[in-house]
């Protein structure tokens, strides 16, 4: 089963799937995503995971940008370095994902996307070398690099999160429900080229 991934009503991408995909809403959070991911997991395994969604611009990254992970952290663990993680991980769990490129994104924002279970402001110190913050990316990288499973993450910007922006949420919400998410070409893509060459999230 190809699983796709999203938060929000709002972030399904629009089209009909085939019947070797499934569509999980997960609710909003790092918890929210990893236990309905792992529920549907147990009834069909997955052969490949996308993750799709909504997430801010941070150092310069515009709104309405298609950005696709080639890392993620989390940036809302807060331990000292001294203190082990466990599993081999490094402080933040840094992983690397696939750089794959796609016909319908042909120009994608690539680079760090943290996640934390905050909303950012510009009042928030988090990462001076990431292009985009959310709430899911890493939790499922991190499920996934553990479980061996392909994954790609495609989000599209809906707000400038460390400073002004042109549409508020609202207005970029009335805008999707018009249009459609933005990665909606790039998920039929995905799914009709298979996990074939997609590795799995890598620790850094």
């Known amino acids: 089963m190809i699983y796709i991934t999203y938060a929000m009503p709002e972030e399904a991408p629009r089209g009909e799937l085939p019947d070797n995909v499934q569509a999980i809403q997960t609710g909003i959070g790092k918890v929210l995503a990893v236990s309905k991911l792992s529920k549907a997991m147990l009834n069909e395994p997955a052969e490949m995971v996308i993750s799709v969604g909504f997430c ?30 466990g599993h081999d991980y490094a402080m933040h769990c840094p992983l690397r994902l696939p750089e794959i490129t796609l016909d319908s994104v042909p ?8 996640t934390g279970d905050r909303f950012v402001d510009s009042s928030v110190h988090v990462n001076k070398e990431a292009v985009a913050v959310d709430m899911e990316t890493a939790a499922l990288a991190l499920l996934c690099g553990e479980l061996n499973i392909p994954m790609v993450s495609i989000r599209e910007v809906s707000d400038i999160a460390d400073g002004p922006q042109g549409m508020n949420h609202m207005e970029f919400i009335d805008y999707i429900n018009e249009k459609g998410p933005a990665y909606s070409d790039a998920v039929r893509e995905l799914i009709d080229r298979g996990p074939a060459g997609i590795p799995p999230p890598q620790r850094m």
């Open 56 to 85: 801010g611009g941070i150092n310069g990254t515009p709104q309405e940008a298609m950005v696709m992970a080639n890392e993620t952290r989390q940036w809302d663990l807060y331990l000292h370095e001294s203190i082990p993680l």
């Open 107 to 114: 120009n994608p924002i690539r680079g760090r996307i943290i």
